[in-house]
């Protein structure tokens, strides 16, 4: 469509947002930028002990030796690949469960105390009885993710389906429309942008997860780079391996907040 058919006004409105987005993402580059600049200056300026808190051209080096010993992209890899069989078994699982609770008020009422103490649990606490249920296998970690997650999507689903609009409700149930046809009809497309916002938290809670279970049992990983490092005093490879798990997680994000775009864009 032309921009002749646009009255001026509205083309006025559209550069500004263009140029609030554009604002936005160069800010978002120079904060980093100057994060990095700092860190690396006040390291080599014995601002910080470089030793103990390392620098971006000490973990820059220190990926070049893991991808020369081709070990970089092997425990990237494992825990990316853990992270993401996590995080869709949460959702999927989580999804699934927040419907039968809004299909069954009975069920809600009885099951919402149990999953508000289950919430409430210190996940890093039943690490032992992880590795006694399931073994010390990837199987573990998985599990261990799945557990950071699951909850919360619940929650979050469930208060979703609950926001929908109540006279929307009343209006289905007056023309006749069973639980089933509700929520394919209006609960599931009304709560879109609720489960957006699931997956933006599910994608931060299954890197806690993913972690977590590596640092409580796993022979390979960025958790377990992290682990051996403190153990050993190799400082760099520690904020090397976190390091890599801040980029690993944005992009995850910035992939949810595309599919995101893309929904709102065809809704």
Not at 141 to 146: A, E, L, P
Not at 165 to 182: F, I, S, V
């Amino acid at each position: 469509m032309k921009n002749t058919n646009y009255s001026r006004e509205h083309l006025a409105y559209l550069k500004k947002e263009r140029n609030k987005k554009i604002i936005i993402t160069v800010s978002r580059i120079l904060i980093l930028l100057l994060l990095l600049g700092f860190w690396e200056l006040f390291a080599q300026l014995k601002v910080i002990d470089p030793f103990i808190t390392s620098s971006p051209s000490r973990v820059a080096i220190t990926i070049a030796d893991l991808y020369k010993n081709g070990t970089l992209f092997f425990h990237i890899g494992i825990t990316l690949a853990e992270t993401l069989a996590g995080f869709l078994i949460a959702v999927v699982l989580g999804y699934a469960i927040a419907v039968v609770l809004w299909a069954s008020d009975t069920v809600h009422k009885v099951v919402e105390p149990y999953i508000v103490v289950l919430n409430s649990l210190p996940k890093i606490a039943l690490g032992p009885l992880i590795i006694i249920w399931i073994g010390t296998g990837y199987d573990a970690i998985i599990f261990m993710t799945v557990l950071v997650s699951i909850i919360v999507c619940i929650m979050n689903m469930l208060a979703g389906f609950i926001a929908v609009d109540k006279t929307k409700l009343l209006l289905m149930k007056a023309m006749g429309a069973n639980k089933l046809t509700t929520l394919r009809k209006l609960i599931i497309p009304a709560s879109i942008p609720a489960l957006m916002n699931t997956l933006k938290v599910a994608v931060g809670l299954a890197w806690i997860g993913s972690i977590m279970g590596e640092y409580i049992v796993s022979k390979a990983g960025l958790g377990y780079l992290i682990v051996y490092g403190g153990q050993v005093f190799k400082l760099d490879l520690v904020m090397t391996a976190t390091f890599i798990l801040c980029v690993l997680a944005g992009g995850m994000y910035g992939m949810i907040t595309l599919i995101e775009k893309i929904v709102n864009r065809y809704r």
